[in-house]
């Protein structure tokens, strides 16, 4: 009975030190900063790895008073470009971390 003790003892280390991995990995992911782009570098977009915008860039030369809508459409698209950065930066950080665990919700 004891040796049960034991391995479950040793499990909710490993597991506690996996917590603080992970709490690690999330915080390195929030101070990245992810740039996307749209219309060949036209337009870019800085992000954090929490999906804070903290910059848009946009070239004089894409500015076209007459053509709004195309402008519009750069910026959503590099703003898109930075979300799906960060969505594969985090999926491959915190994959890591559940790789050969089933947990269910994981």
């Given at each position: 009975?004891?040796?049960?003790?034991?391995?479950?003892?040793?499990?909710?280390?490993?597991?506690?030190?996996?917590?603080?991995?992970?709490q690690?990995?999330?915080?390195?992911?929030?101070?990245q900063?992810i740039e996307?782009?749209a219309?060949?570098?036209?337009?870019?977009?800085?992000?954090?790895?929490n999906?804070?915008?903290?910059e848009?860039?946009?070239?004089?030369?894409?500015?076209?008073?007459?053509?709004?809508?195309?402008?519009?459409d750069?910026?959503?698209a590099?703003t898109?470009d930075?979300?799906?950065?960060?969505?594969?930066?985090?999926?491959?950080?915190?994959?890591?971390?559940?790789?050969?665990?089933?947990?269910?919700g994981?």
């Amino acid at each position: 009975m004891m040796r049960g003790m034991g391995n479950m003892q040793k499990m909710m280390k490993q597991m506690q030190k996996m917590q603080k991995d992970m709490q690690k990995a999330q915080e390195e992911l929030a101070d990245q900063k992810i740039e996307g782009t749209a219309g060949g570098g036209m337009v870019t977009v800085l992000m954090n790895g929490n999906k804070e915008v903290l910059e848009v860039n946009i070239k004089e030369e894409v500015v076209d008073p007459e053509d709004i809508e195309m402008l519009q459409d750069l910026v959503l698209a590099a703003t898109n470009d930075a979300l799906k950065k960060i969505d594969e930066l985090t999926n491959n950080t915190m994959g890591q971390f559940t790789k050969g665990l089933n947990i269910p919700g994981f």
